[in-house]
């Protein structure tokens, strides 16, 4: 099992930043692939980046492409999502999953976060 942990949510103004962070523990070694979806309400879970323990690669939804970066510590098995020039349609939950090697479907992640909240008014 891997269990992961999101902190860094709030409520934020539109234009400004938050980091989100998602601190993973167990058998992180049979994963290889860290990611962050959301979900509005009344919307499905959507994919908004991925990144690869080894080697770093990283992938992005097009609506967050340029203004979102997810990185990765190994040494402390976190993961973080910095989010600038956040949006109103940026508001959901954030979960941070992880598997060995998925596709951009939720369906297709092993592992979940318990999510954290993103407001941004307007």
């Known amino acids: 099992q891997v269990q992961l942990v999101e902190s860094g949510g709030g409520l934020v103004q539109a234009g400004g930043s938050l980091r989100l962070s998602c601190a993973a523990s167990g058998r992180t070694f049979s994963t290889d692939t860290m990611g962050w979806f959301r979900q509005a309400p009344g919307k499905e879970r959507e994919f908004v980046a991925a990144i690869r323990w080894s080697g770093g690669n990283t992938g992005y939804a097009d609506s967050v492409k340029g203004r979102f970066t997810i990185s990765r510590d190994n040494a402390k098995n976190t993961v973080y999502l910095q989010m600038n020039s956040l949006k109103p349609e940026d508001t959901a939950i954030y979960y941070c999953?992880?598997?060995?090697?998925?596709?951009?479907?939720?369906?297709?992640?092993?592992?979940w976060g318990q999510g954290t909240q993103v407001t941004v008014s307007s």
């Open positions: 999953a992880a598997d060995r090697n998925p596709s951009r479907a939720a369906a297709d992640w092993v592992y």
